[in-house]
């Protein structure tokens, strides 16, 4: 699992996962990588977007992003082609797929560096 900060302004923080996802990990990765992010606005105002996943979705996520004043755009159900990252994340596969990495190191690693160069 991959989670990504992008914005108009520029790449954010990327952040990989090599366990199954729940609300509690997925706010430390917005504690820790998200919020780090939002630099990227330098001071102006920006909305949070992710998808109606579980995680995202949870009680303790909604009240944690509402206890940190976090502006979310509402986001309809089963509409992942409406999603700019969507695009990111295909440019990001198919570069990575020509590099073939055959080890999960190796994956983790090319992940990384095709985040850095876009």
């Known amino acids: 699992m991959v989670w990504g900060c992008m914005s108009a302004c520029g790449m954010g923080s990327l ?3 090599k366990c199954t996802i729940n609300a509690e990990s997925y706010i430390q990765v917005l504690e820790q990588h998200m919020l780090p992010s939002r630099r990227l606005f330098q001071g102006r105002p920006c909305i949070f977007q992710h998808d109606n996943a579980r995680p995202h979705t949870a009680s303790i996520t909604t009240s944690w992003l509402c206890r940190r004043r ?3 755009l509402k986001w309809p159900a ?3 082609d409406l999603s700019p990252r969507e695009n990111i994340w295909r440019i990001i596969k198919r570069k990575i797929r020509q590099r073939r ?3 999960v190191e190796q994956l983790e690693a090319c992940i990384r560096q095709e985040w ?3």
């Open 15 to 17: 952040h990989i996962w």
């Open 70 to 72: 976090i502006r979310v």
């Open 78 to 80: 089963y509409s992942p």
């Open 101 to 103: 990495p055959e080890t």
């Open 116 to 118: 850095d160069n876009s």
